[in-house]
């Protein structure tokens, strides 16, 4: 099973960049498809992005592409999310996510991913 640590966050101005990563110290993090999800204040946890294990594919929450960028390394164990130009609305806990090894499908619900990171605090101020 995945065990996984965030990183990287904290406050940032709209107009500026953040990089979010996500450590994972289990054995077979090339098997798993990696997610990322957050938790507006007061509202409900959301898919944010995946990176595919198949084939490092990746998928967006609505409205989010082209700001964001998702990956992986492979080689060390590591995913990213990378936010640039964030707006005061992407102020959230944001938490990275794996499936199972070798799932299907994108895992755009909470439910889709056994295991979870703590999660990481991103503050967008205008």
């Known amino acids: 099973q995945a065990q996984l640590v965030e990183s990287g966050g904290g406050s940032v101005q709209t107009g500026g960049s953040l990089r979010l990563s996500c450590v994972d110290s289990?054995?077979?993090?090339?098997?798993?498809?990696m997610g990322w999800f957050r938790r507006p204040p007061g509202k409900p946890r959301e898919f944010v992005a995946a990176?595919?294990?198949?084939?490092?594919?990746?998928i967006y929450g609505e409205s989010l592409k082209g700001r964001f960028t998702v990956s992986r390394d492979n080689a060390k164990g590591v995913a990213y999310l990378q936010m640039n130009s964030p707006k005061p609305e992407d102020t959230a806990d944001y938490y990275c996510?794996?499936?199972?090894?070798?799932?299907?499908?994108?895992?755009?619900?909470?439910?889709?991913?056994?295991?979870w990171g703590p999660g990481t605090q991103v503050t967008v101020s205008s």
């Open positions: 289990g054995r077979s993090f090339d098997a798993h498809t």
């Open positions: 990176v595919m294990w198949a084939d490092d594919s990746t």
């Open positions: 996510a794996a499936t199972v090894p070798f799932a299907r499908g994108v895992p755009s619900r909470t439910n889709d991913c056994p295991s």
